[in-house]
């Protein structure tokens, strides 16, 4: 793993509890961008600044390296040891054959640690209204555009890539629409990870070559179907709840291996693009 993701999974350790990540709505749901580009962040610089502004209570969405915000004519206040690292990808231009990049970290910093620069709020999210049609209707249009099959089982959910299909239990069968939903959106993440798709795992594969590889793509899914519910509003304190019991029944895999949960933070983020486009 590079220096600059350890940077970053240092950070995360420092908000996890008990060796498990705490996982609340804002975390999911909360936009946190670039002050000079208006980009809002992805993957796990999305998730490791929208985690920090939780955590410690920041309401601006912004965030600057030390240049960005004196450039903007802004001042830090108060900022000793408050800079978040968040990843980037550097090109080696002196690699002659074909285009190489290294990970690269900087450090940003929160604009409520600013002061002399005023910005204009970023647009929220408008409001779902019927969260369970939406729910439903966004997982049917994903189903449609990607041809994905799915079929109602009394069995456990399921993907199987050889067949790009889905079993799914009955809504009926769960204790909640949210777990129900949960579970579903779980289904597709591990579907898009198919060859014809965000290719994480060949089409022809009946099972993981490794438990590393297996808990990776665990951890992908429901990131991505927590991400989805909190994005659809089909969430509830009861799966915010069961997705972080999940997740940490992970712990000691993130803990052992940091850079596959960097990367599987990524993928997650991509994961829920597609499903929600």
Avoid at 16 to 34: C, D, F, R, V
Avoid at 181 to 206: M, P, Q, V
């Amino acid at each position: 793993m590079s220096k600059s993701s350890e940077k970053v999974i240092e950070l995360l350790q420092k908000y996890i509890s008990e060796g498990s990540l705490m996982w609340h709505k804002p975390y999911l749901t909360a936009s946190q961008a670039n002050a000079v580009s208006k980009k809002e962040y992805n993957g796990i610089n999305a998730f490791i600044t929208a985690i920090v502004a939780g955590m410690e209570g920041y309401k601006s969405p912004y965030w600057g390296t030390f240049k960005q915000i004196r450039e903007l004519g802004g001042k830090l206040i108060d900022a000793k040891g408050c800079g978040v690292p968040i990843l980037f990808y550097k090109d080696l231009e002196d690699c002659e054959e074909k285009k190489r990049f290294v990970v690269r970290h900087c450090f940003v910093f929160n604009f409520d640690l600013v002061e002399g620069v005023e910005l204009e709020p970023l647009k929220a999210a408008a409001e779902n209204i019927s969260t369970d049609t939406n729910a439903e209707t966004i997982a049917k249009e994903y189903l449609n555009r990607e041809s994905v099959n799915m079929s109602v089982c009394s069995s456990t959910p399921s993907y199987s890539p050889v067949g790009d299909s889905i079993n799914m239990p009955a809504l009926g069968s769960f204790v909640s629409k949210e777990e129900y939903y949960s579970t579903l959106f779980h289904e597709l993440a591990h579907s898009t990870g198919h060859s014809k798709r965000l290719a994480r795992f060949d089409e022809t594969a009946t099972r993981f070559d490794s438990k590393e590889d297996y808990s990776k793509e665990e951890l992908i899914a429901e990131i991505t179907a927590a991400l989805v519910c909190h994005s659809v509003g089909v969430d509830s304190q009861s799966s915010i709840k069961n997705s972080a019991a999940y997740i940490q029944g992970w712990s000691k895999y993130i803990t052992d291996n940091t850079s596959a949960f960097v990367s599987a933070v990524n993928h997650a983020y991509k994961a829920k693009n597609l499903i929600l486009s």
